[in-house]
Structures are given as structure tokens and as C-alpha cells.
């Protein structure tokens, strides 16, 4: 049965929750002192911005992209990703010619001198989306092109996105497309290349919720939405703990979609969920203690991600108390579900689901606002009734063309079968 007007415009108004909480974040994408996002945007960010250089807590500059590129060579298979992008990455084809000789404080990791501090989104103006936000967009035109969602087909298009220069503008490409790649250099089958949480820590990241939560929205119930969701998962991201946040995520999404409270409905899912027994000040200062997390060793390092409360998550009392209260104190600000999902669901919470009021919190928050607000974008504007301010849509800089692919992916989702 085709969905009802109602629930159709709720598909509308998470999808453009999406885009713009992704937008409203990422200037001040991985700012981890909030004294620093502070002074930069004039006491907080209120608006879409551009991003500012430098940035001061950068540590882009040198990150790893390591593909086989004889085998890919041998297999024809494309690998490279970065393209004029690349001279802020160490690969395996080409020579980093920034150099990193200072130590970050916040994070503990290596970074350039301050004028070489590159902002992850260099270049972006206000307005702009990340990377992030386009590989959505990928996957509406994918879903709109094809009439169904079909993984295979989003694979084949994933491939041409990121191996054909101009397609986004963005020089930050996460851990995860990255790994990603390096698989597929080395022969492994397109829907096997996603790299394993127990592997590579990061790869439990928010980022991994942004996808099967747009997927979901093509399914009627939690039961298949889930399912859909997970399968869409696995295709980027092997992680228990992005697979645990979408468990309590996308019945939470269903049931806004439904028309339900979103308070009561976000208080009764949220108890599903289980914080980390760290706090998120004591996850920094480990990571300083060692002079960057990557020399946490990994057997620490999985359960500082995997040990978490046995009591459930309670967030209507959570949503009682300050930001400055639970934001690092209680709740950390890197890309992990297992802190970021219950900052976001607080945020919601705190702001009574008022989509820009906490689409904001979350962004002067810091740390992986980006991807946290895309998710927590797409909860609040499934939770909106009627349809998102138009000045807050029109302040995208490809608003014509987002509205086009929402349009196309919402015509799709009000089918019978659209998978």
C-alpha cells in the first residue's frame, strides 16, 4: 500500500535533516576544545559558515591511503580517490610534502605547524556539504535511477563516485573509504571491502549509521527497516557497535515517521541503548596519555568502545542538564555510536525537538558533529509534522539539486515495494 501524504512529507523532512545538519557542523567538524570553536565562530556557530583556516586542532594533514596499486593495476580496477586532494595524504603513489612536527593537545595526535593546519572541509563555503552528505545524495539518485533500492547497483555507483575526480568538492575522506578502497585494490569482492571494527577502531563511527538509516526510510515497519538497514551496513561498515546504535535508531525513525510523540517515542527507544562506562573526559585523556590513540593498544582500545553500562539510558533525565554538563563530561565527542548517539538523542531531547535549536547544540558541541547531525537531522526531521522552514533548505548551496534527488528518492519510498 502506498505510504499516506503525512508519512511522506516526514521521508521529506528527515532527508532535508540530513543535509542540513550536515552543513550547519561542518565548520566546526573535528574542534574538540569548546573554547576553540568559541573564539573561532564568535561565541558559537548560529548559522551555515564557511570553513576557517586554519584549523587549529588539524591533524588531516598525513593521514594514511595505502592501496595496491599493482594489483589494482593488474585487476583494472581504479583505486585512486583523492585526486587533487592527495597532497594531504601519505599514500602509497605519491609523496607528502607537509610535514608534521608538533603535537596536538586536545587529541594527542601529530599535526603540521598552525598555517599548514588544513580544516578537514578546506574550501568549503557556507552552505556546502561534506563528503558525507554527497555520498547520500549518491544513494537517492541510485534508489530514484533504479525505482528499487538495490546494493549492487549503489556498489557500482559508489565505485565511479569516489574514482572520478570533481565529483564533491571535499578533501576529508574517513577512515572507512579509505580502508574501503585499499580492499578493493587488493582483489576482494566489491560487496566484501568493508574493513571490520575489530580491526580498525574506527570503523564503529557514526558514519556508518548515515546510509542504512536513509534505507530504512524506504520500509513500512522497524522489522524490515532494520533489516534493510543492517544489510546496507555491511557494505561499509563492519562494526557491533554502529549495528547496536541502529538497532535503537531506526525503530526510533519508524516511529517518528508513524506520527508519535517524539519525546515519549525517543525516552522508550533510548533505554535500548548502553553508554560507555568512560566518560568522554577520560577517553581524551587516554588518548593524550598516549600521545594519540592510535598507540592505545588494541586490546584496550576495544574494550575503551565495548565495556558500557548495564543500566539502561535514561534520557529524559539526561535532557534536564546543561550542555556543559554532559557534553565531554559525561558523554565524548569523537565518531563512536556508543557516545554520539546518546548526545545526539540529548540534544533532541534538550531542545524539544526543535530542528535548528538542536541541530546547532550538536554542532558547537564539536568533535564528529558532521556525522552526528546527519543523524541526528534525519531523527528530528522525521519527528517535523509539517514541512522544515524554507530559509533553513534554501541556505544549501545545491538546494535545487537536493530538493530534485529528495524528490525523485520520496516517489520511490511511496511505493508498494521499493526494494
Given at each position: 500500500?502506498?505510504v499516506d501524504?503525512?508519512?511522506?512529507?516526514?521521508?521529506?523532512?528527515?532527508?532535508?535533516?540530513?543535509?542540513?545538519?550536515?552543513?550547519l557542523a561542518?565548520?566546526?567538524h573535528?574542534?574538540?576544545?569548546?573554547?576553540?570553536?568559541?573564539?573561532?565562530?564568535?561565541?558559537?556557530?548560529?548559522?551555515?559558515?564557511?570553513?576557517?583556516?586554519?584549523?587549529?586542532?588539524?591533524?588531516?594533514?598525513?593521514?594514511?591511503?595505502?592501496?595496491?596499486v599493482a594489483?589494482?593495476?593488474?585487476l583494472?580496477?581504479?583505486?585512486?580517490?583523492?585526486?587533487?586532494?592527495?597532497?594531504?595524504?601519505?599514500?602509497?603513489?605519491?609523496?607528502?610534502?607537509?610535514?608534521?612536527?608538533?603535537?596536538?593537545?586536545?587529541?594527542?595526535?601529530?599535526?603540521?605547524?598552525?598555517?599548514?593546519?588544513?580544516?578537514?572541509?578546506?574550501?568549503?563555503?557556507?552552505?556546502?556539504?561534506?563528503?558525507?552528505?554527497?555520498?547520500?545524495?549518491?544513494?537517492?539518485?541510485?534508489?530514484a535511477?533504479?525505482?528499487?533500492?538495490?546494493?549492487?547497483?549503489?556498489?557500482?555507483?559508489?565505485?565511479?563516485?569516489?574514482?572520478?575526480?570533481g565529483?564533491?568538492?571535499?578533501?576529508?575522506?574517513?577512515?572507512?573509504?579509505?580502508s574501503?578502497?585499499?580492499?578493493?585494490?587488493r582483489?576482494?569482492p566489491?560487496?566484501?571491502c568493508?574493513?571490520?571494527?575489530?580491526?580498525?577502531w574506527?570503523?564503529?563511527?557514526?558514519?556508518?549509521?548515515?546510509?542504512?538509516m536513509?534505507?530504512?526510510?524506504?520500509?513500512?515497519?522497524?522489522?524490515?527497516?532494520?533489516?534493510f538497514?543492517?544489510?546496507q551496513?555491511?557494505?561499509?561498515?563492519?562494526?557491533?557497535?554502529?549495528?547496536?546504535?541502529?538497532?535503537?535508531?531506526?525503530?526510533?525513525?519508524?516511529?517518528?515517521l508513524?506520527?508519535?510523540?517524539?519525546?515519549?517515542?525517543?525516552?522508550?527507544?533510548?533505554?535500548d541503548?548502553?553508554?560507555?562506562?568512560?566518560?568522554?573526559?577520560a577517553?581524551f585523556?587516554?588518548?593524550?596519555?598516549?600521545?594519540?590513540?592510535g598507540?592505545?593498544p588494541?586490546?584496550q582500545?576495544?574494550?575503551?568502545?565495548?565495556?558500557?553500562?548495564?543500566t539502561?539510558?535514561d534520557?529524559?533525565?539526561?535532557?534536564?542538564?546543561?550542555?556543559?554538563?554532559?557534553?565531554?563530561?559525561?558523554?565524548?565527542?569523537a565518531?563512536?555510536?556508543?557516545h554520539?548517539?546518546?548526545?545526539?538523542?540529548?540534544?533532541?531531547?534538550?531542545h524539544?525537538?526543535?530542528?535548528?535549536a538542536?541541530?546547532?547544540?550538536?554542532?558547537?558541541?564539536?568533535?564528529?558533529?558532521?556525522?552526528r547531525?546527519?543523524?541526528?537531522g534525519?531523527?528530528?526531521?522525521?519527528?517535523?509534522?509539517?514541512?522544515?522552514?524554507?530559509?533553513?533548505?534554501?541556505?544549501l548551496?545545491h538546494?535545487?539539486?537536493?530538493?530534485?534527488?529528495?524528490?525523485?528518492?520520496?516517489?520511490?519510498?511511496?511505493?508498494?515495494?521499493?526494494?
Amino acid at each position: 500500500m502506498p505510504v499516506d501524504i503525512e508519512r511522506r512529507l516526514r521521508i521529506e523532512n528527515a532527508l532535508w535533516g540530513l543535509f542540513i545538519g550536515d552543513s550547519l557542523a561542518m565548520p566546526a567538524h573535528w574542534f574538540y576544545s569548546l573554547d576553540n570553536i568559541w573564539k573561532t565562530f564568535g561565541g558559537g556557530l548560529t548559522g551555515f559558515e564557511a570553513a576557517p583556516h586554519p584549523h587549529p586542532e588539524s591533524f588531516m594533514v598525513g593521514m594514511g591511503y595505502h592501496p595496491d596499486v599493482a594489483r589494482a593495476e593488474a585487476l583494472g580496477r581504479p583505486y585512486d580517490i583523492l585526486h587533487d586532494q592527495i597532497r594531504y595524504y601519505h599514500t602509497s603513489y605519491s609523496r607528502l610534502e607537509i610535514q608534521a612536527s608538533e603535537r596536538e593537545s586536545e587529541h594527542g595526535n601529530s599535526t603540521p605547524k598552525l598555517e599548514e593546519r588544513y580544516h578537514y572541509h578546506h574550501g568549503l563555503g557556507a552552505g556546502e556539504n561534506t563528503v558525507a552528505a554527497h555520498v547520500a545524495r549518491m544513494l537517492l539518485r541510485t534508489v530514484a535511477e533504479a525505482g528499487r533500492y538495490d546494493a549492487y547497483a549503489l556498489l557500482e555507483n559508489w565505485v565511479q563516485f569516489f574514482t572520478t575526480p570533481g565529483n564533491h568538492p571535499d578533501p576529508y575522506l574517513e577512515i572507512y573509504i579509505r580502508s574501503w578502497f585499499e580492499n578493493f585494490s587488493r582483489g576482494m569482492p566489491i560487496h566484501a571491502c568493508a574493513e571490520e571494527q575489530r580491526r580498525v577502531w574506527s570503523i564503529g563511527s557514526h558514519g556508518g549509521m548515515i546510509l542504512p538509516m536513509v534505507v530504512s526510510l524506504l520500509a513500512a515497519s522497524s522489522y524490515q527497516g532494520l533489516g534493510f538497514a543492517l544489510e546496507q551496513q555491511n557494505l561499509t561498515h563492519r562494526s557491533e557497535n554502529v549495528a547496536g546504535a541502529l538497532g535503537v535508531a531506526v525503530p526510533l525513525l519508524q516511529d517518528l515517521l508513524a506520527g508519535q510523540d517524539p519525546m515519549e517515542a525517543s525516552i522508550w527507544w533510548a533505554r535500548d541503548a548502553r553508554v560507555p562506562e568512560v566518560t568522554g573526559e577520560a577517553m581524551f585523556q587516554m588518548y593524550r596519555d598516549h600521545q594519540g590513540p592510535g598507540n592505545i593498544p588494541h586490546r584496550q582500545m576495544w574494550e575503551l568502545h565495548t565495556r558500557l553500562s548495564e543500566t539502561p539510558f535514561d534520557l529524559e533525565e539526561l535532557a534536564k542538564q546543561a550542555p556543559e554538563e554532559v557534553v565531554l563530561k559525561q558523554l565524548g565527542t569523537a565518531c563512536y555510536p556508543e557516545h554520539g548517539l546518546p548526545l545526539s538523542l540529548y540534544f533532541a531531547a534538550h531542545h524539544e525537538f526543535d530542528l535548528k535549536a538542536a541541530l546547532l547544540g550538536n554542532a558547537n558541541a564539536g568533535g564528529d558533529n558532521v556525522h552526528r547531525n546527519a543523524v541526528l537531522g534525519l531523527i528530528l526531521g522525521a519527528a517535523q509534522g509539517v514541512p522544515i522552514d524554507e530559509d533553513l533548505k534554501r541556505g544549501l548551496l545545491h538546494y535545487e539539486a537536493i530538493a530534485e534527488e529528495i524528490g525523485g528518492y520520496v516517489e520511490v519510498a511511496s511505493r508498494s515495494f521499493p526494494w
